[in-house]
């Protein structure tokens, strides 16, 4: 089965800085894709960058990145000039891109609460 | 832009009754999701649903569970007998055709409260 790790249970940024959220995944498949939401305190699921594993590029949502190490298995977020608008829960997603398409749940990771300081 | 809804947006219930949250999904999506989250905690799944049955099902999704599609739009989760544990925001979430990274879109949830 596969799990997803952050390991930082809080983070927090001053407003207009860099911040970098981790997350470390296990699996024994070459097929799947990882998402970042984001859970403002209105508790809504929103999804803010998708990355596949085939692709080595990593990718980009205007102020949000991905780190993208296939061999190490890591997926961190990169949030750059951060706004008082990203605080919020970020969550990390694993899911397969294996097996015919009709699953394809998502395991998440337990989250990361950012803050952003004014 | 098209959006999976959920009522209600709060559902207060006593311990033994049976609940059921219902969820709108995207009209051309095909896949259908259920999960919880504990509040503190993360999300969990809880069930899958494509071409009218369950394709897969969590550990948490006993038989005091159920999903159904009355119609061409609702997407329900019916709840028995709830427990105090069962206290949790449910969300919904709907996806598009079959591969490809087609993410999964999800509603605002519902809190269920059982008091």
């Known amino acids: 089965a596969q799990t997803v790790t952050q390991s930082q249970p809080e983070m927090s940024v001053q407003e207009a800085e860099t911040v970098t959220l981790s997350c470390t995944y296990d699996?024994?498949?070459?097929?799947?894709?990882l998402f970042w939401y984001k859970q403002p305190p209105s508790r809504q699921m929103i999804l803010v960058i998708r990355q596949e594993a085939y692709k080595q590029q990593n990718a980009t949502e205007n102020r949000f990145s991905v780190n993208f190490q296939k061999a190490a298995k890591s997926f961190s977020l990169k949030i750059s000039d951060s706004q008082l608008g990203d605080a919020a829960m970020y969550f990390c997603?694993?899911?397969?891109?294996?097996?015919?398409?009709?699953?394809?749940?998502?395991?998440f990771g337990k989250g990361t609460l950012l803050t952003v300081n004014p | 832009e098209p959006e999976v809804t959920q009522t209600p947006s709060h559902q207060v219930t006593q311990m033994g009754q049976e609940v059921i949250l219902r969820c709108v999904p995207i009209?051309?999506?095909?896949?259908f999701y259920w999960y919880r989250q504990i509040l503190g905690q993360k999300v969990e799944f809880l069930v899958s649903?494509?071409?009218?049955?369950?394709?897969?099902k969590s550990e948490i999704f006993d038989d005091q569970f159920s999903v159904e599609r009355p119609d061409g739009s609702n997407f329900t989760l019916k709840i028995r007998s709830t427990k105090l544990e069962d206290s949790a925001m449910y969300f919904c979430?709907?996806?598009?055709?079959?591969?490809?990274?087609?993410?999964?879109?999800f509603g605002p949830g519902t809190r269920l409260t059982v008091t």
């Open positions: 699996t024994s498949e070459s097929d799947y894709y």
């Open positions: 009209s051309n999506h095909l896949y």
């Open positions: 979430a709907s996806r598009g055709l079959a591969g490809g990274p087609w993410e999964q879109y």
């Open positions: 649903f494509y071409n009218n049955e369950i394709s897969e």
């Open positions: 997603a694993y899911r397969s891109g294996e097996g015919g398409g009709s699953n394809y749940k998502l395991t």
